[in-house]
């Protein structure tokens, strides 16, 4: 069975510091990885996406993929109090439905 | 670009009665179409997958009679609740794939059902 797992939290992170969310995934053969974002009483919003390994950058956030470790990781710059959010790691494989994780709830203090 | 709309955005209604949920991919071609459930405080829950022009796929545990879904177009698919009881209040969520970037999968904005 596809597993992902991401730390529940509550993670608080200082405004302005970096915010590092970690996931990791069970099944090897997942080819693509997701990070969404869901504000409380909102839809899930789709921040990045990643399939190589390494890095992959967008303004204040950064995805890292290590596949040998099957490790995905998001990290926000600078973080605003807008940054508040639960944060949803998810993997494809194929052309099968996204397996997400429990999500990440993140508080940035200001 | 990459919008997803649904409709309603809430609904009350009365025990026994049903409900029927639009999901409309506004700018791009969705061949399959997801349907969530999120009770509050918890995980997104997968109830079933959506393919144009063929049957819904539901996931475990999740009744095909109540839940009906209809993938008619390539942008739009609906989800009906049928004789909706109070335990079916819940965060209803669809979301498109982008039919010709299938790694991007778009979310509407929910509809929040409150049976009474």
């Known amino acids: 069975q596809k597993e992902v797992e991401q730390n529940s939290g509550p993670l608080s992170v200082p405004e302005g510091a970096i915010a590092s969310l970690n996931c990791t995934y069970s099944d090897r053969g997942s080819q693509s990885f997701f990070w969404y974002r869901q504000y409380s009483g909102k839809s899930p919003e789709l921040i990045m996406f990643i399939y190589s390994n390494g890095d992959k950058e967008d303004g204040r956030f950064t995805a890292q993929l290590n596949k040998a470790s099957q490790y995905v990781s998001l990290l926000i710059r600078d973080s605003q109090p807008s940054d508040s959010a639960t944060y949803l790691c998810a993997s494809l494989f194929g052309n099968e439905k996204l397996t997400f994780g429990t999500g990440t709830r993140l508080t940035i203090i200001p | 670009g990459a919008v997803v709309s649904q409709h309603p955005s809430r609904v009350i209604c009365k025990s026994g009665t049903s409900v029927k949920i639009e999901c409309r991919s506004l700018?791009?071609?969705?061949?399959?179409m997801f349907w969530y459930r999120q009770f509050p405080k918890q995980s997104l829950m997968l109830m079933a997958t959506?393919?144009?022009?063929?049957?819904?796929?539901?996931e475990q545990g999740v009744e095909k009679d109540k839940f009906l879904i209809n993938h008619a177009s390539l942008t739009l698919s609906t989800l009906t609740v049928t004789s909706a009881h109070p335990e079916d209040s819940s965060f209803y969520i669809c979301?498109?794939?982008?039919?010709?970037?299938?790694?991007?999968?778009?979310f509407g904005p929910g509809t929040r059902l409150t049976v009474t």
């Open positions: 959506s393919n144009e022009g063929s049957k819904a796929t539901y």
């Open positions: 979301s498109a794939r982008h039919t010709g970037r299938s790694y991007e999968q778009y």
């Open positions: 700018d791009f071609q969705a061949t399959t």
